[in-house]
Each structure stands twice: as structure tokens, then as C-alpha cells.
């Protein structure tokens, strides 16, 4: 059954923790995302990737941080440097850059 | 990266109705994508169109592209209640751009039984 998963579907963050969010995909696309979606908002990308081993910031990378060590996983880090992340986290992939993406179900970040 | 603008933001209509939702971009594309999301969901691909493609259609979808205008328009036909979503464009820009997508805040369309 081939597409693209994210874990956890909920995910708690204390103040000060480091969180990872996982995303994997079994389409063997190259390009992998990350996007952060306030409510009522659209979505912004944090981090993309258009190989395996390499990785790009995107519009509003700072207090994230993620790695692509294999083709179909992509995790991202929120680490306390990141002040607000409360937020839905979305993971998509796609065969290339800027051709269609087929995204995860989300996970919701909440701050305790 | 650039952003796409829908408009309207939000969109009531009733059930069979037709519903015209329209993006608007500011540089060259490559081509821009439609997606809709489920309240609380993953988005979801609903059609591409390229930069010299004019029109698309897609079972009950039919999307425009004007590239003189750089506006694109996405027309839902006989609505049902299932198409309750927000929907947003997607344009890609041209030029070699390696980065993402860009969305905007979508038009959050409510069809009424």
C-alpha cells in the first residue's frame, strides 16, 4: 500500500524539549517537505529536500531542523529554540521539485 | 518562493450549485496545482495545469489558466456536500526554482444541504 505517513498524530511539547516528528514515504520520490499550518492560515515550508543527503531551508526554517539520511524518510526536529511551535505539521513528497505532492495526515504539536 | 492569492476566502453556496474559486500570482510559473484539505487533514492533489495549458478538466473540476493575467480559476460543477473544503492554488515558479510549493490561507468553501 504505497504512500506517505506522519507520527505521531499528536505530539506534546514541554517547555524547553526537543521534539522529532517523523514522516516516511514509500513512492521513491526524491523530494520530501515540510510545512507548518496555523489555524486559518495556509501552509508555510519550513524544510525541503530534493535529494537524499541534501536538504534546504525554506521560508521559515528557524528553530527546525531536519536530516534525509535515507530516500523515504524525512524527520523534522522542533527544538526549543523554536518559540511558538504550536502548530499542524504537514509532510509531502513528490517524483521532483514543483511537480505534484502528496501530503501526510499531519501531526498536531501542543505546547504544555 | 511565491505565494498564490485566493480569493474569495470563503464561500457559501447550496448543494448542486456551481463554485468558482480564483487564484492570483505575481511572477512566471512553470504550472500551478489546485489542492483541497479536509478540516484537519493531510491535503490532497486535485489537478495540475501547466503554463501553456489553458484549461484542464478533471471529472466534476474544471480549472483556467491566464498567464497574461497570471490568474488561474478552479469551477466546481453540481456541488455536493462531500466538496465542503478549503481549497488552495499552488503556483510553481519558473526559472529553476528548487523550493517548495508556496500556498496561500485557501478559499474555504460550505456547501449547504
Known amino acids: 500500500d504505497g504512500g506517505i505517513t506522519q507520527s505521531p498524530k499528536y505530539l506534546f511539547r514541554k517547555e524547553g524539549q526537543n521534539v522529532t516528528l517523523s514522516c516516511e514515504q514509500n513512492?521513491?520520490?526524491?523530494?520530501m517537505y515540510w510545512y507548518r499550518q496555523d489555524p486559518g492560515q495556509g501552509l508555510r515550508l519550513i524544510y525541503y529536500s530534493q535529494i537524499v543527503n541534501d536538504f534546504q531551508k525554506g521560508d521559515i526554517a528557524e528553530g527546525y531542523s531536519v536530516s534525509r539520511e535515507k530516500k523515504e524518510s524525512f524527520p523534522l526536529t522542533v527544538t526549543s529554540a523554536q518559540k511558538n511551535p504550536t502548530a499542524f505539521y504537514l509532510c509531502a513528497s513528490s517524483i521532483q521539485v514543483q511537480e505534484t505532492q502528496y501530503f501526510g495526515p499531519g501531526t498536531r504539536l501542543l505546547v504544555l | 518562493s511565491q505565494q498564490g492569492e485566493e480569493d474569495p476566502q470563503a464561500l457559501s453556496i447550496q448543494e448542486g450549485e456551481n463554485a468558482t474559486m480564483n487564484c492570483s500570482y505575481k511572477t512566471s510559473i512553470n504550472n500551478l496545482q489546485w489542492y483541497r484539505q479536509n478540516s484537519g487533514r493531510g491535503l490532497v492533489h486535485l489537478i495540475l495545469?501547466?503554463?501553456?495549458?489553458r484549461e484542464k478538466h478533471s471529472g466534476r473540476l474544471r480549472v483556467t489558466l491566464d498567464t497574461s493575467k497570471k490568474s488561474s480559476s478552479l469551477l466546481i460543477t453540481a456541488s455536493r456536500a462531500a466538496d465542503t473544503a478549503s481549497y488552495f492554488c499552488a503556483p510553481s515558479r519558473s526559472g529553476g526554482g528548487a523550493d517548495g510549493l508556496t500556498f496561500g490561507k485557501g478559499t474555504h468553501l460550505i456547501i449547504q444541504p
Open positions: 495545469i501547466r503554463s501553456n495549458e
Open positions: 513512492l521513491n520520490h526524491d523530494a
